[in-house]
């Protein structure tokens, strides 16, 4: 079985294609580790970043394109993993929709939408990959969100998913235990929503102890710290926000 100093694993990262998950998919890479990047609809950068990598390391790239929502492609895209490399090491759950959803506004596809791809698919994903995953000693990690503690104002439908995802990373760490690790991530301030004006940021960026936004290198280096230094730690949730989850 791998030790945690062996870094020749196999990741299966969701919306790994794209911003937080790009950035986690280029850390883990440089560390040594054989990829495989869900994506939705972004086919473009999605084979440009197999590009990007497999020329630094031929063949350590595999793409798998499905709609998280339908969980029958959650097992298949598990299938699709342990035919190419034979193993699962790794799953990250970072694939997650962000709209407002204010309270006289919300229709039932708003509801299933957003639960279906920020709760219900980790969920029937992490039950597929769990003997997988069981086999190498490997751990999952759920990208959660500071509003999971704290709702987002007009966003209460996410941030009830967000919620219930850090449950479901405590949940899973019960439940699969000892041979499967279960952490969460809660970025702060990392990437801005496209919609965020500057006057916004400003207001947020003041209650940060820190005093400014992360990176989401960040965030790429606390998911290489539970996979590789976090041998005792499961059914955690880390704070990656710069102190801002200290002032109400």
Not at 84 to 105: C, E, M, R, W
Not at 116 to 138: D, E, I, R, Y
Request: proline share 5%.
């Amino acid at each position: 079985m791998p030790t945690k100093h062996n870094l020749n694993k196999v990741v299966f990262i969701t919306g790994g294609v794209k911003r937080l998950g790009a950035n986690i998919a280029r850390e883990l890479h440089a560390a040594g580790m054989n990829l495989v990047l869900h994506y939705h609809h972004s086919e473009t950068a999605a084979h440009a970043l197999q590009a990007e990598l497999n020329n630094q390391r031929p063949e350590s790239v595999l793409l798998l394109q499905a709609d998280l929502r339908n969980t029958q492609k959650l097992t298949s895209m598990v299938r699709q993993v342990i035919e190419h490399y034979g193993q699962l090491d790794v799953l990250i759950n970072n694939a997650s929709t962000f709209y407002p959803t204010p309270i006289g506004k919300i229709e039932e596809n708003d509801w299933e939408d957003l639960l279906g791809t920020n709760l219900k698919a980790p969920f029937f994903l992490s039950q597929a990959a769990a003997p997988h995953l069981a086999k190498q000693q490997g751990c999952i990690i759920n990208l959660v969100d500071i509003h999971a503690k704290r709702p987002l104002k007009t966003y209460p439908v996410y941030s009830i998913t967000k919620a219930g995802l850090v449950m479901l990373t405590k949940s899973l760490a019960q439940e699969l235990g000892p041979n499967v690790r279960v952490n969460g991530i809660a970025p702060g301030a990392i990437l801005w929503p496209h919609n965020q004006d500057e006057l916004s940021q400003q207001r947020i960026i003041s209650k940060i102890a820190l005093k400014r936004p992360g990176n989401p290198n960040d965030i790429a280096k606390t998911a290489l710290f539970l996979i590789r230094d976090a041998d005792y730690i499961t059914g955690q949730v880390i704070s990656v926000d710069g102190g801002r989850t200290l002032n109400q």
